[in-house]
């Protein structure tokens, strides 16, 4: 540890691998010294972590008020029913307000002052989160801005029945015609009736207004123009030979590389490919996604971060290249000037909330808000190191730091995190409102205070997000005392759940949010399922978000075609000019009751148990025995989906309020993670990084006690005790365990 002493006589003790990569790394160039930084850390620790403090406490002290409440309900004879939810969701609102937590309920009256913001702020279209701790995920998320369309086809499960290996030009010709037919529907047509697979060659020529204008031709040597010109944006050259073309459809791009003579492929019709603009933002994650227990961790991650910052980051692929970040593309105009658009997404970071605390530095002895020093070393970086190079723009051309804040449950608590931002800006000698805020609204509280959380931060807010698993774990920690939790694939389908989505982007829209920002939404789980994407996920766009996550670079690619289709535009401006839904409190505070019959079978009960302990164990074993903290694993139906800590947080908090009900016992809960864990043994056999945690008598004899079973087990029973259900304080525990027996 390295001690520097504040001019209060309190000491700061900061761990040696965070302290000399700071030191070493972080500091080139800034002015400043290794002891300034961290003396102006534990200055703000002072300051601000007697508050951090108070409103955990009051986290704690609301969370046992409403678990009273309703026990006290059941002391009447009270059981909730699923015909008297609507009628307990109105008495819970009312004691809300009662309590002061709520006011009453009232239109929104917030309008967003947040400033003209980068030009990714302003397009619809897909956004990545990334691991910053895993640097060719890290290097691949800011790549995303610009990728294949036929690959992206190519590989998913779209047409499974055309094999890519044994039926490779049949499913390449099925790839060809699918995406021209999208084209020719949703991006741009062609004068005389034609399409895309009647054209096989493409020129630009002068036009007589000057500039140039793109032409399409026929076999049969018939030319044809756009239907609207104005789409054809620009184009580059070689020997005055067309090599490729740029349309523009709904703000978003799309580069046509072409063959030798400005040609398609004359066998399949196929571009040299087909280049989307897709991921147009990115969020680098420091939270959900990562397994950051420690200084080692951070350091490597922050030296990500500013190798993403910087441009200059190098990482190896699964198959060994060198991947680096793209350089800007520059091309011709359509009016003969030259044009450059980022061949990166605009990253935007997510640090942690108010519940985390680390000992990578403590003030005074204690441990600090890791939010503290994760907000505060990652704006520096972004601040000091932005500065683009020859062939790469910096990532904000507008000198703005999109920090992206999960897991606030009120508007006092963002109130309290602009606050922190205005403190970073002045002792890191920054512009007011460099720092804008990302509101997730992935917590109860937070939907229900949502317009005066937009009101706490009315200059600076980017994005608000929703997030379905997140949310609906904290709608079952908040209610659990209610009654006996509905099955998991059946609370999409819950009166909250889609009354909270509809919520975000009404009082977002209402706000402004979207005039300078991004109202989000959520992940795609299920990260090979492309033709369920392809069929569900427009209705985001439909619905009037301007982004929605998606799991990984080809995903991305193929939702970007949704922008096309959807004008979102269009969708918000219809919106903003019809009758708000009006989403009530009821509706947001009706809890998902079971019904019994639903688990009255013994071998379905079984079944759901299991599969809700697999979910669990299958995510926490990367995370505790390898650091990995966003993972595609196989669920129990052999299915791919990616997990974090979100979906470990639904199922921990929906097996805790089973046994809080009875609906399960104590040795159900530990046969079914046992049973799982067996499963998810066999699942891995042929991962050489996996080490099974079955295949010996001793093992299988102290399997409760094996770090991975002990830490599911834990986040389970934290679930019921803890007053968010939060997952980190078992992961992290155990994970440190792990590391320190060096296994």
């Not at 008495?91 to 709520?102: C, M, N, P």
């Not at 460099?434 to 949502?450: A, R």
């Not at 209402?510 to 033709?531: E, W």
């Not at 530990?670 to 080490?691: C, F």
Request: net charge negative.
């Amino acid at each position: 540890m390295t001690t520097i002493i504040l001019a209060s006589g309190t000491s700061v003790d900061i761990d040696d691998a965070l302290y000399s990569f700071v030191r070493d790394e972080v500091v080139l160039g800034t002015g400043k010294t290794v002891d300034e930084v961290f003396t102006i850390l534990g200055d703000l620790v002072q300051q601000f972590g007697p508050k951090n403090a108070e409103l955990l406490e009051k986290r704690i002290a609301r969370q046992e008020s409403i678990d009273q409440y309703y026990l006290a309900k059941r002391k009447t004879g009270w059981e909730p029913t699923e015909d008297s939810a609507a009628g307990d969701a109105v008495e819970l609102g009312q004691f809300l307000v009662d309590q002061g937590y709520l006011e009453p309920e009232a239109a929104v009256q917030v309008g967003m002052t947040t400033p003209v913001l980068d030009f990714e702020m302003s397009q619809n279209g897909p956004e990545l989160v990334t691991p910053v701790n895993i640097a060719s995920m890290a290097v691949g998320g800011a790549n995303a801005r610009w990728g294949s369309l036929y690959d992206a086809y190519f590989l998913s499960d779209v047409n499974a029945e055309i094999d890519r290996e044994t039926s490779r030009d049949e499913r390449l010709q099925m790839v060809v015609d699918r995406t021209n037919e999208y084209l020719d529907s949703h991006v741009a047509q062609w004068e005389n009736g034609l399409g895309f697979n009647d054209l096989v060659s493409y020129s630009v020529s002068h036009s007589s207004g000057g500039g140039y204008v793109l032409r399409g031709h026929t076999s049969d040597g018939t030319e044809a123009g756009l239907q609207d010109p104005a789409k054809f944006v620009g184009f580059n050259q070689d020997r005055n030979q067309l090599t490729e073309f740029f349309l523009e459809d709904n703000g978003l791009k799309i580069q046509f590389q072409l063959y030798e003579g400005g040609t398609v492929n004359a066998d399949n019709g196929q571009f040299k490919d087909l280049i989307v603009e897709s991921a147009v933002t990115n969020i680098v994650d420091f939270e959900d996604a990562v397994a950051i227990v420690d200084a080692e961790d951070m350091a490597l991650a922050l030296r990500n971060y500013l190798g993403l910052i910087r441009g200059d980051i190098e990482a190896q692929s699964s198959r060994g290249a060198l991947k680096t970040v793209n350089p800007d593309i520059s091309f011709t105009g359509a009016d003969g000037s030259g044009q450059t658009a980022k061949g990166t997404s605009l990253m935007s970071v997510r640090n942690v909330s108010l519940h985390m605390y680390t000992d990578m530095v403590t003030v005074g002895g204690q441990e600090i808000s890791e939010r503290m020093l994760g907000v505060l070393l990652t704006t520096l970086i972004a601040t000091a190191h932005d500065k683009g190079s020859n062939n790469r723009a910096p990532n904000s051309t507008k000198g703005y730091v999109y920090q992206v804040t999960p897991k606030l449950q009120t508007a006092e608590e963002v109130g309290e995190q602009v606050r922190f931002f205005e403190a970073v800006e002045d002792r890191l000698g920054l512009a007011k409102n460099t720092m804008l805020i990302g509101i997730m609204n992935e917590e109860l509280g937070m939907t229900l205070q949502l317009a005066e959380a937009l009101r706490s931060a009315q200059s600076r807010v980017f994005f608000t997000n929703t997030g379905f698993l997140d949310r609906t774990g904290s709608q079952i920690r908040v209610q659990t005392h209610a009654g006996p939790v509905d099955l998991r694939d059946d609370l999409t389908r819950s009166v909250f759940n889609t009354s909270y989505e509809l919520h975000n982007v009404d009082v977002s829209l209402r706000a402004g949010v979207h005039n300078q920002g991004k109202i989000g939404k959520g992940m795609q789980v299920r990260n090979r399922a492309m033709v369920e994407m392809l069929e569900n996920k427009i209705n985001h766009p439909r619905s009037g978000g301007n982004t929605a996550w998606v799991p990984a670079p080809n995903p991305s690619h193929l939702h970007s075609m949704h922008y096309h289709m959807i004008d979102v535009d269009q969708v918000q401006r219809t919106m903003e000019d019809s009758p708000s839904p009006d989403i009530s409190r009821q509706d947001l505070l009706t809890f998902p009751v079971l019904d019994n019959g639903k688990v009255a079978d013994p071998e379905v009960k079984e079944t759901l148990l299991l599969s809700y302990a697999h979910s669990m164990v299958a995510y926490v074993e990367p995370w505790v025995h390898r650091g990995i903290g966003c993972s595609g694993v196989p669920n129990f139906g052999q299915i791919e989906e990616m997990k974090d800590r979100a979906t470990e947080r639904i199922d921990g908090a929906i097996i805790a309020n089973w046994k809080l009900h009875g609906v399960v016992s104590q040795s159900e809960i530990e046969d079914a993670v046992t049973k799982a864990t067996e499963i998810l043994d066999q699942q891995s056999l042929g991962n050489p990084e996996y080490v099974p945690m079955t295949d010996t008598p001793e093992k299988r004899s102290g399997l409760l006690q094996e770090p991975v079973v002990s830490a599911v087990l834990e986040i389970i029973d934290d679930a019921l005790s803890s007053p968010s259900a939060y997952v980190e304080p078992a992961l992290f525990k155990y994970r440190k365990a792990v590391k320190a027996s060096g296994k």
